[in-house]
């Protein structure tokens, strides 16, 4: 009969665990068998020992199988016979990232049906629900069903992650996040994957984001991160690939949740930030080889420019905006998204080329600003955020708007403001800046 307490000596003392064993721990603190005082002991003993990576896919199978398994075989059926796959993309988080919103109509209008389930924004990243919310009327609550229709009529989706959906996961994390145990390789890659498995889809394509506003700081800490989720979802018998993308400074020029919608819905109509373009174009097309098991990335490229510059791609977000109860009349007039009692420009105190970013400083200004949560209970303002008016590698003059707040309530001005400040370089030698590689790798 396992014990828990042998289990923990086991894996104190370098032991490797069989399947049955991960099963008996998440099965038993998922059912409330196993106190959280193990539990946390067990955690403790993994982030000091480590899994391999037979471990951290038991794991990870354990934790998607602790609830729903998302069943989209109706999805996968064509009106010819043939079979279509189903693509998921998961980002590691970022400040400004809203490329689900650009792809999902992307490669919807290519033919290739886009089932996701997003999260809500926490601490200084934001959460693709958020930002949909803030579309007038948009509904991310659909059941399975609705959820199963909307992907078979309109080609894409996105609802909010259903309670039931990993609950090992949750409950494992919730105890990792107050106990010193949320940076391990292994935990972090089998929380993230044990969702994607259980939501169903037959490939996944990661964006693993790496930099001063990524959880993972440098490019070892995502390659190692990024191997990992490879590696388990091969073992799970799903098509995987990480795309490393730099996150240095803030993706696009926008931040906040309304903000972001109105960005992304400028690259959709063919216009838009070219950092912002380039990643979401580069994810899109690694789903659309992977969706048709191809390895023509130029051809790939091809396809996703032709649904923009067609304008269908446009036209599946407004399809997309209408099946999930918001109006689609409103991407024409976006503007009227980011309505706000002020805006205040955030000017430089010197002269001189921005030569590097925290990012995770503006994400937390934009927090602050009230457009994301410190708790998961904190409500958010839609429509507050930071557009940024200078980039890194750009010239900027004493006095110079280097960003505009887009304010609701003033309380916190003054201190978003000085991160704002804080978070450039600025440089008066042009050679301090070492220009990076938007995309920095990818994990096949």
Request: aromatic share 6%.
């Amino acid at each position: 009969m396992l014990s828990m307490n042998d289990l923990i000596l086991k894996k104190r003392n370098g032991g490797v665990l069989s399947k049955e064993e991960i099963e008996y721990i998440v099965k038993g603190y998922t059912d409330g068998d196993i106190p959280d005082y193990q539990m946390s002991a067990f955690l403790m003993a993994v982030w000091f020992v480590g899994m391999n990576d037979e471990e951290t896919t038991f794991l990870t199978t354990a934790m998607a199988e602790s609830g729903d398994m998302l069943d989209l075989a109706e999805i996968r059926e064509k009106s010819d016979g043939e079979k279509s796959r189903i693509i998921d993309k998961h980002s590691t988080g970022g400040v400004g990232d809203k490329t689900t919103l650009i792809i999902g109509p992307i490669l919807a209008a290519l033919g290739v049906p886009v089932a996701k389930m997003s999260g809500r924004g926490l601490g200084h990243t934001g959460g693709t629900i958020d930002k949909l919310e803030s579309i007038p009327g948009f509904s991310s609550d659909l059941s399975e069903k609705a959820f199963i229709k909307q992907v078979k009529q309109v080609g894409f989706a996105d609802m909010c992650q259903t309670k039931n959906l990993a609950p090992a996961d949750k409950k494992i994390y919730a105890l990792r996040d107050v106990t010193g145990t949320v940076d391990n390789y292994s935990l972090i890659a089998s929380s993230v994957m044990s969702k994607k498995i259980a939501a169903g889809a037959d490939g996944i394509v990661l964006d693993v984001k790496c930099g001063s506003g990524a959880f993972m700081k440098d490019i070892e800490s995502a390659r190692k991160l990024a191997k990992i989720m490879v590696q388990i979802g091969k073992n799970a018998r799903r098509s995987v690939t990480a795309v490393i993308s730099d996150m240095n400074e803030p993706l696009g020029c926008y931040v906040g949740n309304a903000l972001e919608v109105f960005e992304a819905i400028q690259v959709l109509q063919g216009k838009g930030d070219k950092r912002l373009k380039e990643l979401s174009f580069k994810l899109a097309a690694e789903m659309y080889m992977m969706a048709v098991m191809s390895d023509d990335e130029k051809a790939a490229l091809d396809k996703v420019n032709e649904v923009i510059e067609s304008g269908k791609a446009y036209q599946k977000w407004k399809e997309f905006v209408a099946a999930q109860g918001g109006d689609p009349g409103f991407s024409d007039e976006a503007e009227k998204l980011i309505s706000v009692n002020m805006t205040k420009n955030v000017c430089s105190e010197k002269s001189g080329v921005i030569i590097s970013c925290d990012t995770e400083k503006i994400g937390l200004a934009s927090l602050k600003l009230g457009g994301g949560r410190e708790k998961l209970t904190d409500e958010i303002d839609p429509s507050v955020g930071i557009v940024i008016n200078k980039h890194l590698g750009d010239r900027i003059e004493k006095g110079e708007k280097i960003a505009t707040l887009y304010v609701n309530n003033t309380d916190k001005l003054e201190e978003v403001e000085g991160l704002i400040l804080d978070a450039y370089s600025i440089s008066d030698d042009a050679s301090d800046y070492k220009p990076e590689a938007l995309i920095k790798d990818i994990i096949r």
